[in-house]
């Protein structure tokens, strides 16, 4: 069908500006108001998987509810079947974790900044957020980030050094759940968003600085040294 919309095209043709040589298929899941089902969204995705998409890029947001829980089940099926699903943050001023696909940790969350790094005043923020896309929306961003990820497949590079891609270091506005605790006894606690990067801890005046995987297991177990 048609894109009626325009929105589809333009993720379009983000997603060429940043990797011309990307292969894209372009599945139609909502109406000219850009408006869709939740059934609408499982099925396009179901597709995705039955054409063998390496990567899945969803420019689009609904609330975490259970009604919508079935795109958060085709989601996590796409994962498990490794492919790569990119999701954007939202643009609600609001913790992703309560959006989809905001709330599905295994996938890439990615919302937008501005030239300066600064994250836009309307993006989706919080723990499950891993990259910010210089972009004008998170829309924007996750297909920059889609074509991005192939690109750095195809050019064996980091994500990190292409200048549009920001980690995700902004954990402000957090709530308590999106914190977990890394280390605890009488004298010194620390603990960081679940979805760190990296961690700086400074003890009796000395700084001692630590990359965080994304992904892994906590508790991690730190013995500072000289």
Do not use: W
């Not at 894109?3 to 095209?9: A, E, F, K, R, Y």
């Not at 500006?17 to 995705?45: C, F, H, N, R, T």
């Not at 914190?179 to 400074?202: C, E, N």
């Amino acid at each position: 069908d048609a894109d009626d919309n325009g929105h589809g095209t333009k993720m379009y043709d983000c997603i060429k500006e940043e990797y011309p040589e990307a292969k894209v298929l372009s599945i139609k899941a909502m109406d000219a108001s850009g408006k869709g089902q939740a059934s609408d969204i499982y099925a396009a995705i179901q597709y995705a998987l039955e054409c063998k998409a390496d990567v899945i890029s969803l420019s689009l947001t609904a609330n975490s509810s259970e009604e919508n829980s079935a795109v958060v089940l085709a989601i996590e099926e796409a994962i498990s079947k490794g492919v790569i699903v990119v999701g954007a943050a939202g643009n609600n001023a609001s913790n992703a974790k309560y959006f989809i696909p905001g709330c599905v940790k295994e996938a890439y969350i990615i919302g937008a900044a501005n030239e300066k790094g600064d994250r836009l005043s309307d993006s989706n923020y919080g723990a499950n957020v891993d990259y910010e896309v210089i972009s004008a929306s998170t829309s924007e961003a996750a297909a920059r980030f889609a074509a991005l990820y192939v690109r750095s497949l195809d050019e064996n590079k980091k994500l990190t050094e292409y200048p549009d891609v920001l980690l995700n270091y902004d954990q402000t506005d957090l709530d308590e759940d999106d914190y977990v605790l890394m280390f605890d006894d009488d004298d010194f606690t620390v603990s960081l968003p679940a979805r760190s990067k990296a961690i700086s801890v400074t003890i009796d005046g000395k700084t001692y600085k630590f990359n965080v995987p994304s992904y892994i297991v906590f508790p991690i177990y730190v013995n500072a040294t000289d």
